[in-house]
């Protein structure tokens, strides 16, 4: 069994080598790893790095690109990748070394899933947290993707769902470029469409926040971009469940994207954010109307939602 790690780059020249070398540190042997790491147009030494990586291990392949952003870097991943599954992972992330046999061993035992998911541990200066911790979801369950989000299980980092490469070759996955949370919107339909996916306690993947690294845009542009990102995700998620015949899992999707959208709306009439001004949330608002998602409409997942959100549209619509 040969897993494949898709690793798109950007300016991680510092951090490359420690993600490399957690997979290099691990029980699996090099016939039972592939390393594809994409650089994204990276303006630092990135590139270099990744040559005497590939130098070092023969297993290794790196392509370069104009940056297009994470998403189109994936893209590129998967269709080269080769192995039995594919595990994305961000560039100045790292890996559980002492866990990634174990994780092959048990994704052999349940008969090759779907999916197999795991934790992230969240690396925050001196404090950790585990930040996809699979609320309402037993561990070590083999569960059906519908039945986990109907559960409660909440799809969020891509990084966190280890895909069997049929599996998505299979439903034709990607990533949709262009958008910010991209994780989520890719990561719900794999779930939703997943036959089987066992449940993991492990914490395998090491997330960092690095200390220099921009928590916050510090554009009018950027701050745009992601928040109109959320809408673009909702959008998606309403158009995917159309091709899906499972009515409740449909309801349910439809309600969760109604409430990214209430969201949205919410997060600006609250922002505090020099950014976020009255022009700022008249453009966010007109971009929603020109897609019919705004005014809000139901379902929502709680009244109390409902509710607000007729409070939301009394306060914006003209």
């Not at 989000?149 to 969020?156: D, V």
């Not at 034709?172 to 996916?197: P, T, W």
Request: with cysteine; net charge positive; hydrophobic share 35%.
């Amino acid at each position: 069994m040969k897993i494949s790690f898709v690793i798109p780059i950007y300016n991680a020249e510092l951090y490359l080598n420690k993600c490399i070398e957690s997979i290099y540190n691990s029980a699996l042997t090099n016939s039972e790893v592939e390393i594809i790491m994409i650089d994204d147009g990276s303006t630092d030494n990135s590139a270099k790095v990744a040559k005497q990586i590939c130098q070092q291990h023969k297993n290794t392949t790196l392509i370069e690109q104009e940056n297009q952003g994470s998403s189109a870097a994936r893209n590129v991943g998967i269709e080269k990748a080769t192995g039995d599954y594919i595990w994305f992972i961000d560039s100045d992330d790292y890996l559980e070394s002492s866990l990634l046999g174990r994780i092959k061993k048990d994704i052999i035992e349940n008969n090759f899933p779907d999916i197999f998911a795991i934790q992230l541990k969240l690396i925050d200066g001196k404090t950790t947290r585990i930040e996809c911790s699979q609320q309402k979801v037993k561990h070590n369950v083999v569960l059906k993707g519908r039945d986990a989000i109907l559960t409660g299980y909440q799809p969020s980092s891509a990084c966190a769902i280890i895909c069997k490469r049929d599996f998505i070759k299979k439903h034709q996955l990607s990533f949709y470029v262009g958008i910010s949370h991209q994780d989520v919107e890719f990561s719900m339909r794999a779930v939703a469409l997943a036959k089987n996916i066992y449940f993991s306690d492990y914490q395998a993947y090491i997330y960092i926040k690095h200390s220099g690294s921009v928590s916050k845009p510090k554009t009018v542009e950027r701050q745009y971009f992601y928040t109109i990102g959320d809408m673009y995700v909702a959008l998606s998620h309403q158009k995917f469940i159309k091709t899906l015949e499972d009515k409740e899992l449909q309801d349910y999707i439809l309600r969760w994207s109604n409430n990214i959208l209430f969201n949205l709306v919410l997060s600006i009439k609250r922002s505090n954010s020099p950014l976020i001004d009255k022009n700022f949330r008249k453009k966010v608002l007109n971009e929603m109307k020109s897609h019919g998602v705004f005014p809000l409409q139901g379902p929502f997942t709680s009244w109390r939602i409902w509710i607000l959100s007729k409070l939301l549209n009394l306060r914006y619509i003209n």
